[in-house]
């Protein structure tokens, strides 16, 4: 089968692509640096030409709101109608668990709608709605960095190893398309704050991790359920503590 990875050249994208030419399939890592953007269009109807099946791991550039809902809604504009074009059979998408949860965050608001745009679109999908990637932790704390002050909610998050989520979306990519949205996390749960004091420490940063209920996430304050998966997630199986154990001696995960 020709399976096209948009953003197949980011962290999750990479491992994807390797995942899916060792099932011996032929798979095009696609994305602005080898020429297909799909916020302009150039390069898609080439990249689409007899696929069966397209995995959407990009990102925007911006987090701006606006930015950022520009990206999506384009983006995801152009790329359904070119599938539905190249007549493609499963398309699959990459979201967050509490998309839905939180409209204070325009990042998340753009992923709602990007969500839509494939449910309207009429080609069969499934949507992986992911928690936070361990990589994505360092990104948390620079967010929330004011100097030597990293202000965080400790409400919990569930987050997960870019392997692990690397093989779900493999996986699902290769099911049947479910038409639904289901969910993926880490194996455990703990206090954002927490997390991010362990990163830091295990980093050598000296920065301070104040915990603070109102802290907002990316534009929106948190409670325990807002990040974390319902009732029946696919759990991954690497731990925090084991991947940061494992990123310290220079291997990481
Ligand atoms: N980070 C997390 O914790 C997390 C959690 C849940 C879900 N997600 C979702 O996972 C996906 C990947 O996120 P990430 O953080 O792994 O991304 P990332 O590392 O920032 O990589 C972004 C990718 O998007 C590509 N890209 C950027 N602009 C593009 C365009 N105009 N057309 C096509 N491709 C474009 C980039 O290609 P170039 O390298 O060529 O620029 C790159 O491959 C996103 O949809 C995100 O919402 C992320």
């Known amino acids: 089968m020709k ?21 011996g399939h032929e798979v095009v890592a696609a994305s602005p640096a080898s020429g297909v953007n799909t916020l302009t269009g150039e390069g898609l109807t080439e990249a689409l030409a007899g696929a069966e099946i397209v995995v959407d791991l990009a990102n925007s550039p911006s987090f701006e709101d606006a930015a950022v809902m520009e990206f999506f809604e ?26 839905d949860r939180l409209p204070a965050s325009g990042y998340l608001r753009a992923k709602l709608a990007q969500e839509r745009l494939i449910e309207e679109s009429g080609v069969p999908y499934t949507i992986i709605r992911s928690t936070q990637f361990f990589e994505f932790v360092n990104g948390i704390v620079n967010a929330a960095a004011d100097g030597d002050v990293v202000r965080l909610s400790p409400a919990l998050l569930q987050p997960i190893a870019a392997d692990d989520i690397a093989a779900s979306v493999a996986d699902f990519a290769l099911g049947k398309p479910l038409n639904t949205i289901v969910e993926v996390a880490g194996p455990e749960a703990h206090p954002l704050d927490k997390i991010a004091r362990k990163f830091l420490a ?52």
């Open 202 to 253: 295990a980093k050598g940063d000296r920065r301070q991790v104040v915990a603070d209920i109102h802290a907002r996430y990316f534009g929106a304050e948190l409670n325990d359920q807002s990040l974390t998966p319902g009732d029946r997630p696919r759990l991954g199986t690497v731990r925090f503590d084991d991947w940061l154990t494992a990123s310290r001696a220079g291997a990481p995960r």
């Open 74 to 99: 384009t983006a995801g504009r152009n790329l359904m109608a070119a599938e539905t074009a190249a007549g493609v059979r499963h398309h699959l998408a990459l979201s967050v668990v509490g998309a």
């Open 3 to 23: 399976i096209v990875v948009i953003g197949g050249s980011s962290l999750i994208g990479t491992k994807v692509v390797n995942r899916l030419r060792e099932h």
